[in-house]
């Protein structure tokens, strides 16, 4: 008879055995050693860090002048200066860079760091904000949708949304306009006055550059730590000859080909990004959204922590893109930014390089919400589908101008023909002289 033992059974396994409970907060149940590289990067990377902008000072929404407490601010035309309506005093606020230091270590960026004005949207946050008066106790609310100041209708007193709040209304840093409307208006007038020959003759008519708008845009400006690999195959030309006679005349060439590979590591300071859904859609059948982008770049250095003040006699729209709707965009440019920074080292190829192979490594970003000033001229051209809005805007810091001014297709037509006309003319001129 043997005295050997069974060995113990095997504990349970599966649903509702003890091995089946979630695991412990802030533990992973996989090994990440055994996951796919990308997948593994993800899990490991460190969780978004978040940088406070909120303004204290200014949550119950009224922002008083420093030296005799009046409401009644408003920014100084041309200027970033704010100033108190009843005492003329005048201060700037400070600038965001400098007071939480966003243009600081950006080579030693890791993971990704999101300022506090720049947090996911929450879905089911109001636009309606109500606050109480600190001049008398009357409630008083702001529509955020189209509107950031509102005065108290009891005693006149000033309020802002100056408290971040979670449906993307409040960035952390506003560039305040430099840019006065007669002056934009003016530029408006000469932009279109120089295209007036081929504009459409309803837009002539209904052309008034006097209804320009001055509006905040929602952007993120970002910051990232990056770097590059990418391979191709570049040529350099050793030989060109020609064969053949008369019309079946072509020309080739030799040359040898190698196999190119570079790598580099870049940052990148105050990349701007549109992050509002509607400006960020760029569909030229529509719209010309586009427009706005031929204005970069604004100043985003001078920005200011951001006061409700500096919208006072603004438009705004708010921010519905979060940081993760932008990230794609983000890192398409910032391989575009990569392949211009090779560029210099491939000259040598005179027959250009194909790059086959690209990858991008993202070490760190940063992110920054942020009011850009536009002035804006929109003109709606009726048509099919919906017909096409054009656009013509001003940079609010440094003036530059463009922008889009429906024609006159049988003008351009005509024109094309009679200068093709004249052309040809003088070439058959030429000829007949010349034999």
Same mark, same amino acid.
């Given at each position: 008879m043997s005295n050997a033992t069974k060995p113990p059974a095997a504990p349970?396994?599966?649903?509702?055995?003890?091995?089946?409970?979630?695991?412990?907060?802030?533990?992973?149940?996989?090994?990440?050693?055994?996951?796919?590289?990308?997948?593994?990067?993800?899990?490991?990377?460190?969780?978004?860090?978040?940088?406070d902008t909120s303004a204290e000072e200014l949550k119950d929404g009224v922002n008083r002048c420093p030296k005799c407490g009046s409401t009644e601010i408003r920014q100084r035309a041309g200027s970033d200066l704010l100033v108190c309506l009843y005492c003329r005093h005048q201060?700037?606020?400070? &600038?965001?860079?400098?007071?939480?230091?966003?243009?600081?270590?950006?080579?030693?960026?890791?993971?990704?760091?999101?300022?506090?004005?720049?947090?996911?949207?929450?879905? !089911?946050a109001a636009s309606l904000m109500t606050f109480k008066c600190g001049g008398c106790g009357a409630e008083v609310t702001v529509n955020t949708e189209n509107a950031m100041t509102a005065r108290c209708h009891?005693?006149?007193?000033?309020?802002?949304?100056?408290?971040?709040?979670?449906?993307?209304?409040?960035?952390d840093a506003v560039l305040p306009f430099h840019i006065k409307k007669d002056d934009a208006v003016a530029r408006i007038r000469q932009f279109v006055d120089k295209r007036r020959l081929f504009a459409l003759k309803e837009f002539k008519e209904q052309f008034t550059p006097e209804n320009v708008v001055g509006v905040y845009l929602p952007y993120m400006i970002v910051d990232a730590?990056?770097?590059?690999? #990418?391979?191709?195959?570049?040529?350099i030309e050793t030989r060109r000859y020609t064969r053949g006679t008369g019309n079946d005349k072509k020309t080739y060439y030799d040359a040898d080909v190698?196999? #190119?590979? &570079?790598?580099?590591?870049?940052?990148?300071?105050?990349?701007?990004?549109e992050s509002s859904t509607e400006?960020?859609?760029? !569909?030229?059948?529509?719209?010309?959204?586009?427009?706005?982008n031929t204005i970069l770049p604004f100043?985003?250095?001078?920005?200011?922590?951001?006061?409700?003040?500096?919208?006072?006699?603004?438009?705004?729209?708010?921010?519905?893109?979060?940081?993760?709707?932008?990230?794609?965009?983000?890192? !398409?440019?910032?391989?575009?930014?990569?392949?211009?920074?090779?560029?210099?080292?491939?000259?040598?190829?005179?027959?250009?390089?194909r790059w086959e192979q690209e990858r991008l490594d993202v070490h760190g970003t940063r992110w920054v919400s942020m009011y850009l000033p536009v002035w804006l001229y929109s003109y709606h051209q009726p048509g099919r589908n919906g017909g096409l809005l054009h656009y013509i805007a001003v940079n609010g810091r440094t003036g530059e101008t463009m922008g889009s001014v429906p024609v006159q297709q049988w003008k351009l037509l005509m024109t094309a023909i009679t200068v093709g006309t004249f052309l040809e003319g003088i070439a058959l001129w030429i000829i007949g002289n010349s034999s």
């Open positions: 349970p396994a599966g649903p509702g055995s003890p091995q089946d409970v979630p695991p412990a907060p802030g533990s992973f149940p996989i090994d990440p050693a055994t996951l796919p590289e990308p997948i593994r990067n993800e899990v490991l990377a460190p969780d978004p860090v978040a940088i201060w700037q606020a400070a &600038r965001v860079e400098e007071e939480f230091g966003l243009g600081e270590g950006i080579d030693q960026l890791k993971g990704t760091v999101i300022a506090s004005g720049a947090r996911d949207i929450a879905a !089911d009891w005693c006149r007193h000033v309020l802002g949304v100056n408290e971040q709040i979670a449906n993307g209304a409040v960035p730590n990056a770097s590059a690999d #990418v391979a191709g195959k570049g040529e190698y196999q #190119v590979e &570079r790598h580099v590591d870049f940052t990148v300071d105050d990349l701007p990004l400006r960020g859609n760029l !569909d030229t059948r529509v719209n010309t959204n586009n427009i706005i100043d985003t250095k001078n920005a200011v922590k951001w006061n409700a003040s500096y919208l006072s006699g603004f438009t705004s729209e708010k921010r519905n893109q979060d940081v993760e709707n932008l990230r794609p965009r983000v890192e !398409d440019q910032l391989l575009s930014i990569a392949r211009a920074q090779v560029e210099s080292s491939v000259r040598r190829y005179d027959r250009g390089v």
